[in-house]
């Protein structure tokens, strides 16, 4: 881990500039205007330089700032070979500007090299270029050992500040796109969980609602093929006309649920067992439920009574609610059907296939998702469905 850490490049993300704002671009530009407004008259100013001298310095000068850029966007990109050969040539360019009696560019070279490679390479190369280029500095400086020993001081600090800046920056940038990925992950989590509440509904709605027209247009097919009275077969008919538009008003209250919006449970458990001709208990103290659990002890009595319906024509039908500390509890039971198909009422056998095969999982579904459980199962010959959703 340790020998990593010493070849380890800084952050990319730190160093890029993709996200940079408008004023610290404006800062960035301007200070390097005014540093190479201030290396140049340097360089000039003395009147050291005439004639060709002038213009071999200018050039001199052009292509150390070149070598500068070149080592500034390879480091930048992190390309280990041209860094360092860049690095070792701001170092011989500056030799040349020294013996050429142009020292304020060969002391930028010097000490822009040690503050940048300190900044920008892993620490092992950065401490070898930095100390490359500060030994050519304090080599070639005429200045006091105590102003020497400040400009290598404060290159160092500065070099080590601005990588702990560029570290922290790169940083919080990675944060920053993860917490954007947990935000798109959660947000792509809502919408399918979303997805999967309105598959229930559609499937709690249309599995009622069609499985109940089965029914009653099964009956009514097999009382024509008995010769039954016409009367029933039209009673038949009507039920099943009746259950559509039933159908109608359940899709109306589904999309209203999915608002958080229908009519209080006991209420509902009121008007299914009256039209189902199912008992009713209520025990405990009535109380407002969530509108989750609300839905799902609505669903799973509608689900329940339909299979009553359906499994085991004929049989009494008996729904209990329980209002407990902390929770409620739907049970609903189903006595042993009569023995023997009627003429008056279809097989259970050819009911049994007009459903979906898919209620008793979605009401499990339903209650799990809520922390609840949910048993169904035969019972004295009849079958039982038990729901407990905390509320």
């Known amino acids: 881990m340790a020998g990593w850490y010493w070849t380890r490049w800084p952050s990319r993300e ?118 490359v280029a500060l030994g050519s500095y304090t080599a070639a400086s005429p200045a006091s050992w105590l102003s020497i020993a400040a400009t290598i001081g404060g290159s160092v600090l500065v070099g080590f500040l601005l990588r702990l800046d560029i570290e922290a920056r790169g940083t919080a940038r990675l944060l920053l796109a993860q917490e954007r990925a947990a935000r798109a992950a959660e947000a792509e989590s809502a919408a399918l969980a979303e997805r999967a509440r309105i598959a229930r509904e559609i499937h709690d709605v249309l599995a009622h609602s069609l499985s109940a027209q089965l029914v009653h247009l099964e009956a009514a097919r097999l009382m024509l093929d008995a010769g039954t009275d016409r009367e029933q077969v039209r009673e038949r008919v009507v039920a099943a006309r009746r259950m ?85 509890e739907l049970e609903v039971r189903n006595t042993r059907p009569p023995r023997g198909p009627s003429a008056a009422e279809p097989a259970s056998g050819e009911l049994a296939a007009s459903g979906s095969g898919y209620g008793l999982l979605g009401m499990r579904e339903r209650a799990e998702l809520l922390g609840g459980t949910l048993l169904a199962g035969p019972e004295d010959g009849g079958w039982r469905v038990l729901l407990r959703v905390p509320a």
């Open 14 to 131: 730190g160093i890029g500039r993709e996200d940079e704002s408008r004023p610290r671009r404006v800062l960035t530009v301007f200070g390097r205007t005014v540093l190479v407004v201030v290396v140049g008259w340097g360089t000039f100013s003395g009147g050291r330089y005439t004639g060709w001298a002038a213009a071999a310095a200018a050039a001199g000068l052009a292509a150390a700032f070149a070598l500068s850029a070149g080592y500034l966007r390879a480091s930048r990109e992190q390309r280990p070979a041209a860094s360092y050969l860049l690095a070792a040539g701001l170092v011989g360019a500056g030799w040349i500007a020294n013996q050429g009696l142009a020292y304020t560019l060969a002391d930028f070279l010097w000490i822009g090299l040690a503050v940048t490679a300190l900044i920008r390479l892993p620490p092992a190369p950065a401490l070898c270029a930095a100390a």
């Open 244 to 328: 559509a538009q039933d159908g109608l008003a359940e899709t109306r209250q589904a999309l209203s649920a999915l608002r958080g919006e229908f009519t209080p449970v006991g209420e509902f458990l009121v008007e299914l067992t009256g039209r189902e001709r199912a008992a009713l208990t209520v025990t405990g103290t009535p109380r407002p439920l969530a509108a989750e659990a609300a839905l799902a002890v609505r669903r799973t009595a509608q689900e329940a009574v339909t299979n009553v319906r359906k499994h085991a024509s004929g049989a009494r039908c008996a729904v209990e609610l329980r209002y407990l500390d902390g929770a409620v």
